[in-house]
C-alpha cells in the first residue's frame, strides 16, 4: 500500500467537494449554465473516484479503522481534526458518492444561477456526509452532522414544489433542536473520559475505552439524549413527522439526497456512539426500540397504504424500511446477524428509494401531478420508464435477487434470534409489516403503470396536453436510473462481499453489548471486564486476499 497515495485520501475527499462548491461560483470563469453543470459533475466524479480508489486500497483481510490521518485542533480540550474509515464508512461512503452524479444528472436545466446556489449546497451536502462517516473525534462527527441541516435547508427551500418553505422549515427546526440532545450526551461522554484519565479526549478511540464504565443511570441518560438526536434523523417513530413534509416539498433531485442520503446518518450514529460506548443502556433499552421499530413498521406502512400521493407513500415507507434497520441494530443476537442485516439494509435502502423518488419526479415533469388516480396506464406510452418504475418497487418490496430482500431477511432472522422472549414477536410483527409493505408499494406500481390510459389535465401547468404525447425516458434520465438499477442488481445477486465486509467492524461495535447480556450485570460494569471479550465466529467469514484476486 502506497502511502504517499493514501495519506492524501481523506484530505482530498474533504477538500475536492470543498472546492467544487467554491468554484462554480466563480463568474468569470464559468458564464453559462451548462459550464457550471459541467463542473458541479465533473467534481462529484471526481469525488466517486476517490471513494473508489479508497476501496481498491482498503485492506479488507485487515479490517479496523485505516487510513487516519490526524492534526491538532485545540489541543487544550483534546480536540483533533481525526479522519480515518472502516468497512461500513467506505460502504455507505460508496452510496453517497455514487448519489450524487445521479443527482447532478437528474437535475433539471435552470439559469446559471440557480445552477451555481444548486451545485454549490449539493457539494456542501457531499462534503457534510462524507465528513461524519469518516470523522474519528466526535466533535468533529457532531459538526458534519449538523452541516448537513443547512444544505438540506436550501436545496429543499429554494428547489422544492409547494409548501417547500414549511417542508424545508419543519426539517430543520427537528434536526437542530434534536441535536442539541445529542451534543450534550456527547459531551458528558468526553467530561466522564477526563474524570478518569485526567485528560480531555474527543476521540473515538479513547472514548470507546472509557464511556462503558459509566454507571447504569449516567448511561441512561446519555443514551437518550444521543437517541433523541439520532432518532429524528433516521426518523425512528415517534419523531417521524418532519419527514414526509420534507419529501412532499422537495424536488426530485432534493428528495434522493434527503432518503438516500441524510437519513442515514441516525442509524450510522447508533451503530458507531451509541452502541459500543453505552453497552449496558444499550441492552437495557433495546426491548423498547424493537416496540417503537415494530410500531414504526407498521404504522407508518398502514399510513403507506392510503396515500394518495406518491412522495408520501415513499416517505412513509422509508419511516417503516427504517424500522427494519432499528430492529437490526438493537437484536444483539449473538452472531451478529441482525447488526450486520441492519447495515446492509441502511446501504442498501437509499439506492432503491433514491431509484423511486427519481421515477416519480419523472413522472411529474410530464403530467405535473404526483396523485395515484390521477394518472394511470403509462405503460403503453412509457415502457422504459415503468420498467424502472416496477424494478425500484420490487427492490424495495424486497424481491428476492434484489438488494432489499438481503437486509430484510438478515434483520428479521436478527431479531427472531435476539435474546430474551420477545425476540420472535418482534420478528413475526415486523414480517406483518413486509406484507403492508408489498401491498401499498405494488398498489403504487399498480396504480401508475397498468390500467386504462389516462391523465388528469392541468392547463398551464407545463404537462403533456394527452397522456397519448407522454415522451419516454430521455438519454439524461436514463444515465441517471441505470447506475442505480445496477446497483440494485449486483448486490441483490452477489450479497456476500459487502455482508463478509461489514461483519468484523459490526461485530467490534456490538461486541460489548452482547458481552453485557452474557455477564451477569448488577448496578456497576467494569472497563476491564468489558474489554476482553473475543468476537463471535462469523456468519459471513472474510475471504483473505490470498484466496482472492485482489491488486493494489
Known amino acids: 500500500m502506497d502511502s504517499n497515495v493514501t495519506s492524501w485520501l481523506m484530505p482530498l475527499l474533504v477538500l475536492v467537494p470543498l472546492v467544487t462548491a467554491l468554484l462554480v461560483q466563480v463568474r468569470p470563469l464559468l458564464k453559462t449554465s451548462q459550464a457550471v453543470w459541467n463542473t458541479g459533475f465533473i467534481g462529484s466524479l471526481v469525488t466517486l ?154 476521540a473515538i478511540d479513547d472514548l470507546l475505552r472509557t464511556a462503558p464504565s459509566m454507571s447504569t443511570t449516567e448511561q441512561g441518560w446519555v443514551f437518550l439524549a444521543l437517541m433523541l438526536g439520532f432518532g429524528v434523523k433516521t426518523p425512528l417513530f415517534p419523531l417521524h413527522n418532519w419527514l414526509p413534509t420534507a419529501h412532499q416539498g422537495s424536488s426530485a433531485d432534493g428528495a434522493i439526497d434527503l432518503a438516500a442520503l441524510v437519513l442515514k446518518l441516525g442509524p450510522y450514529g447508533m451503530l458507531r456512539i451509541v452502541v459500543p460506548m453505552l453497552p449496558v443502556a444499550t441492552v437495557e433499552y433495546a426491548p423498547l426500540l424493537g416496540v417503537l421499530a415494530v410500531i414504526g413498521v407498521i404504522y407508518a406502512g398502514l399510513i403507506a397504504w392510503v396515500q394518495p400521493d406518491a412522495k408520501g407513500l415513499i416517505a412513509y415507507s422509508s419511516i417503516s424500511h427504517m424500522g427494519f434497520v432499528i430492529l437490526g441494530i438493537f437484536a444483539l443476537d449473538a452472531d451478529n446477524i441482525g447488526s450486520v442485516g ?30 395515484l388516480g390521477e394518472v394511470s396506464g403509462v405503460a403503453k406510452v412509457m415502457p422504459a420508464w415503468s420498467f424502472f418504475f416496477v424494478f425500484f418497487v420490487m427492490a424495495s418490496v424486497g424481491l428476492p435477487g434484489l438488494n432489499g430482500f438481503v437486509g430484510e431477511f438478515l434483520t428479521l432472522m436478527g431479531t427472531f434470534l435476539s435474546p430474551g422472549l420477545l425476540g420472535p414477536v418482534y420478528a413475526l410483527l415486523a414480517g406483518l ?81 452482547r458481552l453485557v447480556i452474557e455477564t451477569p450485570v448488577t448496578a456497576e460494569v467494569s472497563e476491564p471486564a468489558l474489554m476482553v471479550a473475543e468476537p463471535s465466529v462469523s456468519v459471513f467469514p472474510v475471504v483473505h486476499e490470498a484466496e482472492v484476486s485482489h491488486r493494489r
Not at 466526535?138 to 436550501?154: G, H, K, M, N, R
Not at 441502511?346 to 411529474?364: E, P, Q, S
Not at 447506475?483 to 448486490?491: D, H, K, T
Request: include cysteine.
Open 433 to 513: 409489516g413486509l406484507i403492508i409493505g408489498a401491498l401499498y408499494l405494488l398498489r403504487l406500481a399498480g396504480s401508475f403503470c397498468f390500467g386504462p390510459l389516462k391523465a388528469i389535465s392541468y392547463p398551464n401547468s407545463g404537462a403533456v396536453e394527452r397522456p397519448e404525447d407522454a415522451q419516454d425516458l430521455s438519454g439524461r434520465e436514463l444515465m441517471a436510473l441505470v447506475p442505480l438499477a445496477v446497483f440494485c442488481l449486483v448486490f441483490g445477486i452477489f450479497p456476500y462481499p459487502m455482508l463478509s465486509t461489514l461483519e468484523p467492524d459490526v461485530a467490534r461495535m456490538t461486541q460489548q453489548a
Open 342 to 371: 441492519a447495515a446492509a439494509y441502511l446501504i442498501n435502502h437509499g439506492v432503491a428509494a433514491g431509484g423511486l423518488l427519481l421515477c416519480v419526479g419523472m413522472l411529474y415533469d410530464r403530467f405535473r401531478t404526483r396523485e
Open 49 to 202: 473516484v476517490l471513494v473508489l480508489i479508497a476501496f481498491d486500497r482498503y485492506d479488507w483481510s485487515a479490517g479496523g479503522v485505516q487510513f487516519v490521518v490526524q492534526a491538532e485542533w485545540m489541543p487544550e480540550l483534546g480536540l483533533t481534526f481525526s479522519l480515518g474509515v472502516d468497512a461500513l464508512s467506505l460502504w455507505l461512503m460508496l452510496v453517497t458518492a455514487i448519489i450524487m452524479p445521479v443527482a447532478a444528472i437528474a437535475s433539471k436545466p435552470q439559469s446559471a444561477d440557480d445552477r451555481r446556489a444548486f451545485f454549490s449546497w449539493l457539494h456542501l451536502l457531499l462534503l457534510s456526509m462524507l465528513g461524519a462517516f469518516m470523522a474519528r473525534d466526535v466533535i468533529l462527527f457532531y459538526a458534519f452532522f449538523e452541516l448537513t441541516l443547512l444544505p438540506s435547508y436550501i436545496l429543499i427551500g429554494r428547489f422544492g414544489h409547494l409548501d417547500r418553505g414549511k417542508a424545508a422549515t419543519t426539517m430543520f427546526v427537528y434536526g437542530f433542536v434534536s441535536a442539541l440532545f445529542t451534543a450534550a450526551g456527547l459531551a458528558y461522554i468526553a467530561m466522564h473520559h477526563a474524570a478518569e484519565m485526567g485528560v480531555w479526549s474527543f
